[in-house]
């Protein structure tokens, strides 16, 4: 089954304490992306990727990494989480940036 | 920088109404334009897109999407909608030569019985 698959669906953590929300999709899609989302604020892009190894900045990047080693795998990184990065995160990838976005089940992270 | 603006964040509507979402862009060059949707405790998935051709698409569910390009409008459309609609609806669009995708801030949709 086609899909994206997000892991944690569902983390509580505290300031400070470095954490990873892991993405993979297995239609070999090129493009890959991390939203956030936020009520009345829709979503916003943090981070994107056009390909392996090749990876931008979206509208929302601060206190976010990712990398592209592989073609599946996307993650976004939190070195020091803050409260206001709590938030519900989505993953989508699309065969190309034109294309449709497919979307994981999202991640609901909380930062204490 | 290019934006999308959807209006009328939140929507109350009774079961048998007509619906309509508006969506305007800023972006001036060739678009793709996209609406999805997101149920209530879901992941977004894509109602209807357009590339080209007819202006006039339809999607799932019914819904169909106008496309004016004068207006840089991509408006929503559903005759008469279900309880089953209450969701909330994202309006996208990325253009070609601009690596970013901008989605609108969405449009909440309560169908009351």
């Known amino acids: 089954e086609a899909q994206v698959t997000q892991n944690p669906r569902y983390l509580i953590t505290v300031t400070g304490k470095k954490l990873t929300v892991t993405c993979s999709q297995n239609?070999?899609?090129?493009?890959m992306s991390w939203y956030r989302q936020d009520p009345g604020l829709g979503l916003r892009q943090i981070y994107y990727?056009?390909?392996?190894?090749?990876?931008d900045k979206g509208d929302v990047p601060e206190g976010y990494k990712v990398s592209r080693k592989e073609k599946r795998n996307f993650p976004l990184i939190l070195e020091s989480p803050s409260p206001n990065q709590t938030s519900l995160y989505f993953c989508?990838?699309?065969?190309?940036?034109?294309?449709?976005?497919?979307f994981g089940e999202g991640s609901r992270l909380t930062v204490l | 920088a290019q934006s999308v603006s959807q209006h009328n964040h939140h929507v109350i509507l009774s079961e048998a109404a007509s619906l309509e979402l508006g969506c305007n862009y800023s972006y001036g060059g060739t678009v793709n334009l996209f609406w999805y949707v997101q149920y209530p405790g879901q992941h977004l998935q894509l109602l209807l897109k357009?590339?080209?051709?007819?202006?006039l698409v339809k999607g799932i569910k019914g819904f169909e999407a106008e496309f004016i390009k004068s207006k840089f409008s991509f408006n929503l459309r559903k005759p008469s909608v279900q309880w089953s609609d209450t969701a909330e609806y994202f309006c996208?669009?990325?253009?070609?030569?601009?690596?970013?995708?901008?989605f609108g801030k969405g449009n909440q949709v309560v169908v009351i019985p």
């Open positions: 989508a990838s699309s065969p190309r940036l034109t294309g449709e976005l497919f």
């Open positions: 990727s056009m390909n392996v190894e090749v990876t």
């Open positions: 996208a669009v990325t253009s070609y030569g601009n690596n970013r995708l901008a």
């Open positions: 239609m070999n899609h090129e493009y």
């Open positions: 357009y590339f080209s051709g007819d202006p």
